[in-house]
């Protein structure tokens, strides 16, 4: 059975920096265009940054400039390093494949990680 895990979030004062990390099991990231998901109480999940996994496609930040996504093959993890973090970044993130732009059925989520921001 796949499942994924996001792991890194806690509470951090804003502007300060922070990085998530996601795992799977029973599946392999190598080979999937993978991405970025966050949602914030009351809004829908949005996508927060794309990869490609053979750059086919450019690396592509769908928010803002302030966060970057990379990844491990070989250790079936990814990233999300976010920069200067503001209020408006609170939300719970999730990672899973950029089933929308593969055009494919995204992963069954994981739990996400919460990550607060405070003034």
């Known amino acids: 059975q796949v499942q994924l895990t996001e792991s890194g979030g806690t509470v951090v004062q804003a502007g300060e920096s922070l990085r998530l990390s996601c795992t799977a099991s029973g599946t392999r990231f190598g080979g999937k265009d993978m991405a970025w998901y966050r949602q914030a109480p009351g809004r829908q999940r949005e996508v927060v940054a794309t990869?490609?996994?053979?750059?086919?496609?450019p690396y592509a930040s769908f928010v803002n400039d302030r966060f970057t996504i990379s990844r491990d093959d070989v250790g079936n993890r990814m990233f999300l390093q976010m920069f200067s973090l503001k209020v408006e970044d609170t939300a719970v993130y999730y990672c899973n494949t950029d089933f929308q732009s593969s055009h494919v059925e995204p992963i069954p989520w994981g739990q996400g990680t919460q990550d607060t921001v405070v003034s």
């Open positions: 990869g490609s996994h053979a750059f086919t496609r």
